[in-house]
């Protein structure tokens, strides 16, 4: 149980164009996600914290107009990356936050940004 | 401020040589601290939680306990597949609901 998923694994695009990235709960419902980035041999980076119907909350230095996060259900949220960068190259990695287990985070496999 | 570290950065053992990864910790109120396991290019792994001082978890070769002011992940007899960056994470109250602190993380290296 606790199965977090995410699509696409790995994604090249070019400057200037946009990604969306999913991640889906699959075996329980989550009111809250969370995105993440991490850089090489580096911890991991709280980005935003989605919540389903209603607007993300963003962490300090993240622009929320090129990071946009939309949690429409209960077991989805998505991550678009907008007007993509080489600077935005990295891994994104989402969480989410089982009911059924008030505080426990389980996470996505992750997904692999290249923006050429 | 609440902060979370871990110690060694990195560790390098033998097959079947025993260790601990240790996870300091220093926040208002614990809520919970976690501990995951990262291989490369993959999210993390959830492996444990715990939440009062004294409380232990164990999953084959790991053993998590907790005190007021750190955490020890305990690996029995490692194998080379133990490999991995091992995570914490606490969860303090107050502030935003169920955000995360990471410590750095401990990569462990098990050669056979």
């Known amino acids: 149980g606790a199965v977090v998923s995410q699509h696409p694994s790995r994604v090249i695009c070019k400057s200037g164009t946009s990604v969306k990235i999913e991640c889906r709960s699959l075996d329980f419902q989550a009111t809250t996600m969370f995105w993440y980035r991490q850089f090489p041999k580096k911890s991991l980076m709280l980005m935003a914290t989605s919540n389903e119907g209603s607007k993300a909350t963003y962490e300090q230095g993240v622009e929320k107009d090129k990071f946009l996060i939309n949690h429409a259900s209960l077991t989805l949220s998505t991550l678009t990356v907008t007007s993509a960068h080489p600077e935005d190259s990295s891994f994104y990695i989402c969480?989410?936050?089982?009911?059924?287990?008030?505080?426990?985070?389980?996470f996505g496999p992750g997904t692999r940004l290249t923006v050429t | 401020e609440d902060q979370v570290t871990q110690s060694p950065e990195a560790l390098r053992l033998q097959e079947g040589e025993s260790s601990s990864l240790n996870c300091s910790y220093t926040v208002s109120g614990l809520r919970g601290l976690f501990w995951y396991r990262q291989d490369p290019g993959k999210g993390p792994e959830f492996l444990f939680t715990l939440y009062s001082a004294g409380e232990e978890k164990e999953k084959e070769r790991l053993k998590a306990t907790l005190t007021k002011k750190e955490s020890f992940l305990h690996i029995t007899a490692p194998k080379p597949e133990d490999s991995a960056t091992y995570l914490c994470a606490v969860l303090p109250y107050g502030g935003a609901t169920n955000k995360l602190i990471f410590g750095t993380g401990t990569l462990l290296a098990v050669q056979p």
């Open positions: 969480s989410a936050r089982d009911l059924a287990r008030v505080h426990e985070q389980y």
